[in-house]
């Protein structure tokens, strides 16, 4: 038994529909390591997540958690797994109290040791005072953190979570952030979270995988993500929307080795050197008689990156159906 | 490797009886409904057993089986209910998530069902005690009424259990629950079967299972130890058993499945 994750060109295709939800996805995450999957609605996350957990079968592939063959040792996996789904799963006519004690009681410890674990975990998702009354009452937020607990109940190798903070106002988001962190770094969970946000990812993981339409399609560390793209963004939206895409082209031709892409109202440019090169636009673009509404030089955030990926991704695709 | 069945089995059915008594709501209106029966048709309709085809027979034990099974089946459909409120409350995918024993997952709230059954169908004999029912066989024939009423509702609880395994949906387990309807009225459940008098609902009380689970009921209570007359209830019960217990451990491999 390890804290490892090892995944090889994991497939799942469900037969309804005939959807591919995860196409020949390989990764590994080290013991110890806080790992992010970052990706839009209907990526294939939680399809992963479902897969390394043991609730669905891979069509094809291998995966391997905490040292275990999720399809060949299903058991041996929940063992060592603590598993947050985007929905959470607690019963509403149970107090916390009682939820954390079932749950403790299901992984095995004796009804004592059930009760100290239950106060333990009580403490750190801060729900002692809530503890004794029903979670039909908890708010959303409460639910979550006693979701967390739960999922916390037979100290996990490796903590799974789908997507643990969407619909949280930022102070529960924060109370999550911050036990993920103390988690990984003070007991050494392995972690692994899918997000939308990229913040998220951006501040707690160690490595982060985009993943996309079934498919990694860039691994690295936030910072290496980031310096994949250059250095710079310029954004700049025209006064006349028409223009845009003639816009991009003739910019495409003009600039070699920028990255120019088109996005609803906007055009991003990935450049090296950020002031002289926006002076640059600005001067073939008055050249061309392109008047600009607004222009703007920042540093390049995940969001940015995430946009290019995917926009390249999409173009590419375009490409090759014309 | 792998957990205690019996242990998760015990850990699921208390569990299930918890939330049971916490949602009084969820048996109390069917216990009303079936003590209604009772008292209703006993208070309407008990002349009717001057008839002659009733043999002397008192209208209260004829009628108190109709109570019975509507317990019963109330009892055993509250099986379903869990099962569909775990799925709808992400609770089942929890429990799937443990190393929990998949089987134990499914029987907690079944044998949890049962018992809420046992209960109601005391409840019912009880009230009935009240109202003066007299029993030929005595203690023995109550019992056998009781492992009858048992039999009918886990029948019932498997085909519950199944549709809510396979639906996952309130609606449909709640829709599902209509069949209660044709199961306790199609059959010969005011009069007996020589005096139902349109031939479709003879033809209705022939095919319902209900009608020979009233009528071995009937003989215990009102005949006696008449072998083959009893027996009818059991053989039906082996044999609606037999297929909505298939049908519930088919829907629960399928539920628990990773396919």
């Known amino acids: ?322 | 490797m792998g957990n205690n069945l019996w242990k998760d089995t015990w850990l699921m059915t208390v569990r299930n009886i918890k939330t049971t008594l916490r949602n009084p709501f969820s048996f109390i209106p069917n216990l009303i409904i079936s003590a209604f029966f009772l008292l209703v048709y006993e208070g309407g309709l008990s002349g009717i057993s001057q008839l002659p085809t009733f043999e002397g027979a008192n209208y209260l034990a004829f009628i108190l089986p109709v109570s019975i099974v509507s317990a019963a089946i109330g009892g055993a459909g509250g099986a379903g209910q869990s099962i569909v409120k775990d799925i709808e409350n992400g609770f089942f995918s929890r429990l799937l998530l443990t190393p929990a024993s998949r089987l134990a997952i499914v029987l907690g709230p079944i044998i949890a069902g049962m018992l809420q059954l046992v209960v109601q169908t005391l409840l019912i004999i009880g009230i009935a005690f009240l109202l003066g029912l007299e029993v030929v066989t005595g203690f023995g024939g109550i019992l056998f009424v009781l492992l009858i009423a048992v039999g009918w509702g886990l029948a019932f609880a498997g085909y519950s259990a199944g549709v809510a395994l396979r639906t996952g949906n309130a609606q449909a387990a709640q829709a599902g629950t209509f069949i209660f309807f044709p199961l306790i009225f199609l059959s010969t459940t005011f009069v007996p079967y020589e005096l139902i008098e349109a031939q479709w609902l003879k033809i209705a009380a022939t095919i319902n299972p209900t009608t020979y689970i009233f009528e071995s009921m009937r003989t215990a209570l009102i005949d006696g130890w008449v072998f083959w007359d009893l027996m009818q209830g059991v053989f039906a019960i082996v044999i609606v058993c037999t297929i909505t217990i298939t049908f519930a451990a088919i829907s629960a491999k399928k539920a628990v499945s990773r396919g």
């Open chain 1, 1 to 322: 038994m390890n804290g490892k994750i090892v995944v090889e060109h994991l497939t799942k295709t469900f037969k309804k529909g005939n959807v591919q939800a995860v196409k020949d996805v390989s990764f590994e995450v080290e013991e110890g390591e806080f790992f992010a999957f970052l990706g839009p609605n209907g990526a294939g996350k939680s399809t992963t997540v479902q897969i390394l957990t043991t609730l669905i079968n891979a069509t094809s592939g291998k995966a391997e958690v905490a040292g275990h063959d999720v399809i060949r040792e299903p058991e041996k996996v929940r063992r060592y797994i603590g598993v947050a789904l985007q929905e959470t799963g607690v019963d509403p006519d149970l107090t916390g109290r009682e939820m954390i004690e079932l749950q403790a009681n299901i992984f095995g410890f004796r009804k004592e040791e059930g009760k100290k674990r239950a106060q333990e975990l009580l403490e750190i998702v801060q729900l002692t005072e809530a503890a004794e009354r029903r979670i039909g009452n908890y708010s959303g937020g409460m639910r979550r953190r006693l979701d967390l607990a739960l999922t916390l109940v037979n100290e996990p190798k490796i903590l799974f979570l789908d997507e643990p903070t969407t619909g949280l106002d930022p102070s529960n988001r924060m109370a999550i952030w911050e036990e993920l962190r103390r988690l990984n770094e003070e007991v050494g969970t392995t972690i692994f979270l899918t997000t939308q946000y990229l913040e998220e990812a951006d501040s707690l993981a160690h490595r982060i995988s985009i993943i996309n339409d079934g498919e990694i399609v860039a691994t690295g560390t936030p910072k290496e993500l980031k310096a994949q793209i250059g250095n710079d963004l310029i954004t700049l939206t025209l006064k006349n929307e028409k223009q845009q895409s003639e816009a991009v082209e003739y910019l495409r031709g003009q600039m070699a080795g920028v990255d120019v892409i088109n996005r609803q109202n906007k055009v991003l440019i990935y450049v090296e050197e950020g002031t002289k090169q926006l002076l640059e636009v600005v001067r073939l673009f008055d050249q061309e008689g392109y008047e600009i509404e607004d222009i703007q030089l920042s540093s390049p955030t995940l969001d940015d990156i995430f946009l290019k990926i995917t926009s390249e991704k999409k173009e590419g695709v375009r490409a090759v159906g014309e």
